[in-house]
Each structure stands twice: as C-alpha cells, then as structure tokens.
C-alpha cells in the first residue's frame, strides 16, 4: 500500500519527504472528516464530488494547494484512506536521502521506558519525534496508559501528520517548537529523551556558554525537568572530551544536573546516518553518590550492558573530561599507573604546534616539485621517502602543511594509528589530509613522544580521542590533550638510544634469519630433482 502511494505521488512529481508526508495526511484527514459526517458512502463519491469535499474542508491553509487534479486525488485516496500514518512517516523518513535525518534505533526507546518504570515516572517528553519514529512504532509506548506523553517536533508537517495519528489516544499531546531556542513551556517532565543535531554551531547570544547544537539543546530541555527527573541524550564522541567551551559546559551541567550514568553506543548503531562514536548520557536534577558507566552491546535487536562499574560521582567531576573508555578498559592496571605515577605530565597542546595535512585530491598527484605524505609511506615506525608521491604547486601556497625533520607524524584516518619521527630529506615535503603534524617547542623529544604513543598506555591514550568508530577519525585539537610523562631530556635520550639500538638489533635478526631461510629453501627447491 504504502510503495504504491509512493509511486503514484512520485509519477507526478510529488517526491520531496514533506510532500508525500503532506499528501498522505491530506487523504487521511479526508476521510476522517468524511467518518464524522457520516458520508462514508464512498462507493457513491465520484471523484469530483470527493476532491471538492477535500477542497471544502481540509483546506489549502493548512496543507497547501494540492499539486494535481481530482483524479490523481482519488487515486491517492482510494489507494491510502487506510494507511497506517505511522508506519508511513517512518518509511518514508528512512527512504529519504535528501535531508539524511537520524532515525534512531528502537533499542534507547526501550532502555529509556525501563528507566522510567523503575523510577515511577509518567510525564514523558520526546524531543524531535521524527528521529524516535521506529522507536515509536516497535514499542508502542503511547498504548501504556500510565505514561503521559509529550511528542515535540519542529516540522509543521510532521506534527499535523502526528496530531492526526494520536486523536484516539488521549495520553499523548503532539506540540512544535525548536530545542534549539527556548522552549516556551510551562509543564514540566519527570524525563525527557532527545538526540540533538551533531556539530552544527548556532547564532546563540554573546552570554551563551555554548553554541555547540548538542549542548545549546541540553541547555534548554534540562530547565523542563522535574526535582527528580532525568534527562537521556545522545552525544558523539567529541561531547565527551574536547577541550574549551565544550569543557567548560561539562563541568558546568555536571554541577547543575549531575551525571547519572554513561554508556558508550555500539559502533556503527546509527549508520548510514553517521558513523561517529556515541554515548548515552543521563542527567538528572538531584545529585547521587556514584555513577553508572557501561558499554552497550546488540543482542538481536535489543541494546543490553555489556560491562558496567559504578564510580564516585566526586571523582568523575574531578575529571576534565567524559571519557569513560579508559575507565571500562578490563586490563586497566597499566593506564592506571600512569595516570596515578607522580611523575610530571604535560599536555601535548601546551608543548607543541600539531596541525593537519592538506586535503589532495587523486587528480592533483603528477609529477611536481612538492613530495606528499600519505599514511602507505608509513611502515613500521619509520618514513619510506622512496614511496612519496608529489604535486606540482608553489612552495609558499603549500608552506603550512610542510614536514620539518624531527616533526613526529602519525595517521590520524584509516584503521590502524601509525607513528614515525620525520627524517633529514631533501626538497619540500607537506602532509596529506590523513596525517597530524606534531612539532615539538621543547620539554619533549619526538623519538621519546613517539615510543610512548605506541606503548599500551600510549595507544589506549590515543583511542580514547577516537571520533570515529571502524575507521580512525582523530581531531588535532583532541590530539593536544594528549598527556605525556615530563621526564628530563637526558632520561629521555637513554631511552631513545636504548629503543633504537634494540629496534635496529631486532631488525638485523629480522633480515639475516629471512636470507638464511630463502638460502635453505632455495637448496632444498634444487635437491628436489
């Protein structure tokens, strides 16, 4: 039913998302108005006397001229004056590569209506409806009577295609408005679930502690909760511990609304839509003694807590960061000890310029006077500058992305990290896109930065920035919050010297057991015959 809506619509190019979302209400409102004025002597409706009656009382003000003539009208009609509008919003939403909204998965509507029965809550508020559709569908929340349920949206046409579903259930209330701006509400909500648009920076006023999409939305459902209520939001990985402002709202809402629990999302639970890491985050009005952080896992199609371990809500506020993968980490010692060895630590940022490469496209690759680094030039720990690609370009349009020697370079995309401390070449070399550039001002050596990123704790460092889920995704400025042991530059030079002397003793065994055995092999192939 629904595909042969679809494609009735769009032969006459009615194709848009909000257009077939408006003519499907435009039939099932027809016919409703039809049930309440007892003409449903449908068989006897010529098509002409059924698009008048359309024209007569739904109107144009609400829905706009509708885009055809009274045939293409009771085609539509005959074939969706039963369509489950629903299903149809959300079939339609997910079809949709246009505006590529989220659709969220309905395993957090559920984890979200178990929270709340354990907590006694009934007002419930779901922010931008549209994303929870499936979860909507696949649960039927609005079918508990004990929950009362506010659906927001900012679409006029999905909130009058949602007013028109929820007539029969007088449990839920459909209202529109934006969660970017303030909300003019008046009720309040014993818990509120919302999953705010990614990365967008909004105009917000001058007085503003953000202007970050995800936190501006938090700003302005947290104020909607009751004393005891909760807030459960979706966040990507950068909520979590990038630096500045973002770092100044954590410990600012953490203060206000405390932290209740956190759990790192799935890889990849929200693709094709996005595929950045997620976490889901709970805050609440009143303050408790520990925290809940966990790892979610997908059995069928159900999101259950793979590992969970309580921390002191204390401790976690001392932190300048939500990054509680390294807390999860079951073989933790090591991190541990680092992060408690009263050795000096130092943030990368505040020792070293890091920047990225320049983005290179495949077009651009010729025979030119500037070499390129790419991550395929990056093999065990070292640079193979006989593999460099080039470009042919002017050296001061390029100057900013150029590698000096002793710059320690690592990939910052694909799937696997790869470190190397840039040697002495000759002629210009900048880096690509997938590489960050660190340069060290002093304190630290890079050979000595460069063992300590490949170690253990280097590594577990390093992927606790991760944006990214499958594939690498590493941002400069997450990079420079790095922290690295501060030790003297002669402790480190005994390291650096005792590092490569057994790498280069290592590699020696490597090549001179590789030629004994391709010799062995070689004269037994000849004693074969």
Known sequence: MIETFWNICLLHDISSRDQLLREAVRVVQTRKTLELQGSMHEAALEPEKLFQMMKQHIGERELGHFPGDRDL???????GKDIDLLDYALQTLQQDRVTGGIIVHSGIMTRFIEMCERNDYCNLLIAETEKYLRGLVETQIYKQSSFIITLLT????????????????????????????PLPLTEKFDAILTIPNFGLKLDESEEATIRDSEGVAVNHLLPLLQDAGRISVTFPARMMFQSGSIAKWREQTNELYPVQSIHVLPDGIFRPYTSVKTYQVELRVSPSDEVILGRLVLQKT?????????????ALAQLDNWRIDMLL???QDTLRSFQQAPIPKVKLRDIADIFRGKSILKQDLKAGNIKVLNISNLEDGEVRMEQLETIDEEVRKVKRYEILPGDLVMTCRGTVNKLAVFPETEGTVIASANIIVIRFKSSILSGFAKIFLE??????????????????????????EIELPLL???????????????????????REATARWEQVKNKIYSELY
């Open 455 to 480: 170690s253990p704790v280097g590594t577990a460092l390093i992927q606790s920035f991760q944006r990214g889920t499958t594939v690498m995704n590493l941002n400069p400025s997450d990079v420079g």
């Open 329 to 331: 980490d079951e073989d």
């Open 73 to 79: 009208f009771y085609r539509l009609y005959q074939v």
């Open 302 to 314: 159900s999101l259950v807590a793979d590992r969970e371990i309580a921390v002191n809500s204390a």
């Open 154 to 181: 900012e679409s006029y046409i999905i909130a009058k295609l949602l007013k028109i579903y929820f007539e029969a259930y007088p449990n839920v209330q459909v209202i529109q408005g934006s969660i970017y701006q």
């Open 488 to 510: 003297p530059q002669d402790e480190q030079l005994v390291r650096i010297n005792r590092y490569n002397e057994e790498n280069e003793r290592y590699k020696t065994a490597i």
